[in-house]
């Protein structure tokens, strides 16, 4: 048999398998839940989430107010006269006494208020909404407009500001002035189409809509703000995003996981490798039904949500990276536990990973290292180029294939029905895909494929302490990047030692460092060519991928780096690698603030 | 009906906690919250510094370049003398030029419309794309903004024909942006998420039972068939304070003030048990983990949409007693929650002993 052929008949078998699970006595109930949940969505978008009410207690003498501010779930209001309310006045978090608002200074009495002051502002903009006159109740209205920037965009990324420092005189811009025409006095769209868009908008701002908005932005109306539409964008929106698109990926995955996993457990997958159809074949036949299944759903969900079908172009990666993980975690758990418990640690850090750089989407470069960022912009119908694609995309490529890889070389009996514990078997797995015969070669290729992981948890790293005032955010940017990069340059030789002791004579422990230490910058040097160019150029990035200069200098560090460990676990045995490896981060941190602070020179 | 015996109980128990920790599998969970709580707080500096800048000091004292363009008004006065801001007078040209030299934050352009004209003034503002500044910019601006709107409003009143209700809402005075988020939608979510995990885990230990085939050499032994359910169930249970425990001790240590801990505790560890005890049918129903937790799931969505859809649902009042507005009704609570959980107690019993008898005639 070809392997194509083998391909379709394992994927049919895996269609029929999982459908005659299914239909047993799931498929019923699962479609009397479907009908639930649809009737459940139903009323709970007419109730309302109640999540946040009673939050705050408000005390007012006016029935009229108290009516208005009732009308906020999240407010308890007491309507009372004037001198209890004064004499009781601890109780309230706000009272308002013959239209004057007051507050108890408290984050919460704050917060109350701030959610007040929004509620009286979309109960003002009813009344207005319905004035004849419209400019007399709106006379203000902003155009945006955005400059691009001539400078790299990175340059304020760390809270320096380039410009200039505040003068008396006006600044004055160099080289040539390209003449703006003077913008137009009138607004370009009628009154009514304005009146429209206010009524719109402000209705929208409900506790659901809050986070639809962004699926259903109708920019229609150009940038014409009043002063109070003039916002940043509501990072919260995202998370509607992630629950749509990246929630049904994960419960798809985790029929993948679960399929792998009964394999093991009911040894059937004995049968399958008994056969001669490669082990790669196999896995790419179980994983195609899921990959099309939720191809599937993410082009439903799409045309649902009438959003352009472009959106799917940085999700197949996102599938692709989900089915990878699947697939080794099902391979590696012993239990169900084991199985709940990594999944739903790495849906967590993957969704975190996806998630959180995309909240600031419209603010800030940086979010770019999440594809959901692209999905946002693409919304919003903002373009987007090839190299944003290259660039937030490449590292869950990479990272998917690799994981692929590893767990093709370790789909055979005994690593699949073996019961050790689980930094044993990873070891293992990593055993498999350094064949003994090339050791060295496949040093250089372990620490050369193991760089896209490297940048992904750096760039977690990036984004975790990004947030941090400016000392810190480096200072532990620092001693992580290093960390990391010691660890995955480290973790090859580790393996290598804990199934050959022996193997390593000091001359085969040089050969071994040096090989692992040219594979690292080799494919650092790639990836940074191909993708990383615009964040390495940032103070950040200095830190992470600081070697773009001259290439010896890295080679010699990250040789130094790996030699230190190799020499720590011959000389000191498996204990010792914890130890190397802190020493080998301390002379990592060493050597990068030698060149980014000049300290020691 | 048979009696549960407490020791077969804890036996099991206590067999299930050694496994997750034999497993370590416990501290990839504690790994996890550490990890959530170390983003959310960092989420929170930078989202707080991103919508209130003045509260990072290093923001606090700078002045940003603005160009004023175009014709006089009153809102050249108002940036003139506000603290937050250096404005020039330019041309527009110049101006634009300047910013994409980052010279300056912003530029604004003022038309030639009377302040009392028919028309509204639209006014353009020049911002930096895709920039932090220009994020914080147009929060400062905004309020300005809003301050001229005010004045040109009054300027055209005479022109209103309604007049909306007074109300003098003072300024907050900073702080709580994200006090909702943090206490309406993190905490809940967060002190409820270890219910979710052990109903899972649940329907993990049952089918494990089944799949692995061990079924058969525990029931050899004294312990009945319900008492295994129990001891698994009591297990998920137990696990609950422990882990919504760990989750307010890191919040806490976040700086984030939670009251009635005690109670929160409560009330997530019995509203769990629902929970865990649907998990648990559904487990005994299915006996293969892909099926139990596929309808489990769909189910878990359901119920927690509806309780949600509830006014004072269990996940409302663990906001409310959070933030310290929870008054008597939460024993009512409570105590329809304890009423649920008995009625699924008696349906479980009789389930698992009528497994059980079917298992010791057929």
Same mark, same amino acid.
């Given at each position: ?121 979309k109960y003002v903009n009813s009344i207005y909404n319905t004035e004849t006159d419209l400019f007399a109740a709106y ?52 009154e009514d189409?304005l009146r429209a868009q206010l009524v719109q908008?402000n209705a ?398 | ?158 022109r209103l024909d309604v007049q909306p209700l ?19 939608? @993190?905490?809940? /979510?967060? #002190?409820?998420?270890? %219910? !979710?995990?052990? =109903?899972? +885990?649940?329907?993990?230990?049952? *089918? ?39 989750? @307010?001790?890191? /919040?806490? #240590?976040?700086?984030? %003030? !939670?009251?009635? =801990?005690? +109670?929160?505790?409560?009330?997530? *560890? ?93």
């Open positions: 048999m070809s392997t194509p052929t083998d391909i379709a008949t394992i994927a049919r078998w895996e269609v029929k398998k999982s459908f005659s699970m299914m239909s047993r006595d799931v498929l019923p109930l699962a479609i009397i839940l479907f009908v639930l949940l649809v009737l459940v969505t139903g009323f709970t978008a007419q109730t309302g989430l109640h999540l946040q009410d009673g939050m705050y207690r408000v005390g007012v003498d006016d029935p009229q107010v108290a009516q208005l501010i009732a009308s906020d779930a999240r407010f308890s209001v007491y309507q009372l006269d004037a001198s209890t309310l004064n004499a009781d006045r601890n109780a309230f978090d706000v009272i308002i006494v013959r239209g004057q608002g007051s507050s108890l200074g408290t984050d919460k009495a704050n917060a109350a208020l701030k959610t007040l002051s929004r509620d009286y502002g006379p203000l209205w902003i155009d945006s407009e955005s400059v691009k920037s001539e400078l790299s965009f990175l340059s304020t990324q760390s809270g320096q500001y380039i410009s200039a420092a505040p003068s008396r005189v006006a600044p004055v811009p160099e080289g040539i002035v390209q003449n703006i025409p003077t913008p137009s006095p009138t607004l370009s769209i009628t189409q908008s929208q701002n409900t506790q659901i809509s809050r986070y639809t908005d962004v699926l259903t932005s109708s920019s229609g109306m150009g940038n014409f703000k009043t002063p109070s539409q003039l916002s940043p964008p509501l990072p919260f929106d995202s998370i509607i995003l992630v629950f749509i698109f990246i929630f049904p990926l994960y419960f798809t995955s985790q029929f993948f996981m679960m399929s792998i996993m009964n394999e093991r457990i009911e040894r059937k997958g004995e049968i399958l490798l008994s056969t001669p159809v490669k082990a790669s074949s196999i896995i790419i036949g179980k994983a195609l039904p899921y990959f099309i299944g939720m191809l599937v759903i993410c082009t439903g969900l799409t045309l649902y949500l009438r959003a352009p079908l472009l959106i799917l172009l940085p999700l197949i990666p996102i599938i692709f990276f989900f089915l990878a993980n699947a697939l080794l975690i099902g391979m590696l758990s012993r239990s169900f536990k084991e199985l709940s418990f990594i999944s739903i640690f790495f849906s967590t850090v993957a969704t975190s990973y996806l998630f959180f750089p995309s909240i600031f989407a419209n603010v800030h470069v940086i979010s770019l290292i999440s594809p959901l960022t692209l999905i946002v912009l693409t919304i919003q119908g903002s373009a987007w180029t090839v190299t944003d694609y290259l660039y937030s995309t490449s590292l869950f490529w990479l990272t998917g294939a690799v994981l692929f890889y590893i767990a093709a070389k370790n789909f055979k009996d005994e690593r699949l029905f073996s019961e050790k514990p689980l930094a044993t078997r990873v070891r293992e797995f990593l055993s498999e895909i350094l064949p003994p015969k090339y050791p060295f070669t496949s040093l250089f290729l372990l620490s050369g494929f193991s760089i896209p992981f490297v940048f992904m948890v750096q760039m977690m790293c990036l984004v975790l302490f990004f947030n941090l005032p400016m000392p810190y955010s480096l200072v532990f940017l620092l001693l992580f990047a290093a960390l990391i990069e010691e660890f995955a340059k480290g973790i090859g030789i580790y393996t290598i030692f804990s199934r050959d002791a022996a193997f390593f004579t000091w001359k085969n422990l040089v050969i071994a460092s040096g090989a692992t230490a040219f594979g690292f910058l080799v494919a650092e040097k790639l990836l940074l060519f191909i993708t990383i160019a615009q964040i390495s150029d940032s103070v950040f990035g200095s830190i992470l991928f600081l070697s773009l200069g001259s290439l010896w200098l890295p080679l010699m560090l990250h040789f130094a780096g790996v030699l230190i460990v190799a020499t720590c676990l011959k000389l000191g045995g498996k204990r010792w690698f914890v130890p190397g490896l802190t020493i080998a981060m301390v002379v990592h941190c060493l050597y990068n603030l030698y060149f980014i602070l000049g300290w020691l020179g | 009906m048979a009696w549960l015996k407490g020791r077969h109980l804890s036996i099991i128990a206590k067999k299930e906690f050694r496994g997750l920790l034999n497993e370590r599998t416990i501290l990839l969970a504690v790994l996890l919250q550490l990890f959530i709580a170390l983003f959310s707080s960092f989420l929170m500096v930078g989202l707080t510094s991103m919508y209130d800048p003045s509260s990072l000091s290093k923001y606090s004292h700078y002045r940003y370049s603005v160009a004023y363009t175009g014709n006089d008004s009153q809102l050249l006065t108002y940036l003139q003398t506000s603290p937050d801001f250096r404005v020039y007078r330019m041309d527009l040209s110049t101006a634009v030029a300047a910013l994409g030299q980052r010279k300056l934050a912003a530029v604004i352009y003022m038309p030639d419309t009377r302040p009392d004209a028919l028309d509204p003034v639209k006014i353009t503002l020049y911002t930096v794309q895709n920039d932090l500044q220009s994020a914080i910019v147009d929060v400062k601006l905004k309020d300005i903004f809003l301050k001229f709107e005010q004045t040109l409003r009054q300027i055209r009143e005479g007074p109300l003098q809402i003072p300024a907050s005075t900073g702080g709580g942006d994200f006090y909702e988020f943090v206490y309406g939608l @993190l905490i809940p /979510l967060l #002190v409820f998420m270890p %219910a !979710i995990i052990s =109903s899972a +885990l649940v329907i993990d230990l049952i *089918t494990e039972e089944y799949q692995h085939e061990t079924l058969e050499t525990l029931i050899s032994t004294p312990i009945t068939f319900p008492e295994m359910v129990w001891g698994k169930v009591l297990a998920c249970g137990l696990l609950v304070p422990i882990q919504a425990g760990t989750w @307010l001790v890191l /919040l806490m #240590v976040n700086g984030i %003030a !939670i009251q009635n =801990s005690g +109670l929160i505790l409560l009330q997530v *560890t019995v509203s769990s048990l629902i929970l865990i005890m649907i998990g648990t049918l559904v487990a005994l129903h299915y006996r293969e983990r892909t099926a139990a937790q596929f309808i489990f799931s769909t189910g878990l969505v359901v119920v927690i949409l509806l309780a949600l859809a509830v006014p004072s649902n269990p996940l409302n009042l663990l906001t409310r007693l959070a933030v310290g507005t929870a008054g008597a009704e939460q024993w009512l609570v409570l105590g329809v929650v304890m009423a649920i959980i008995i009625a699924l107690g008696y349906v479980t019993q009789k389930y698992a002993e009528r497994i059980a008898k079917d298992h010791m005639t057929g």
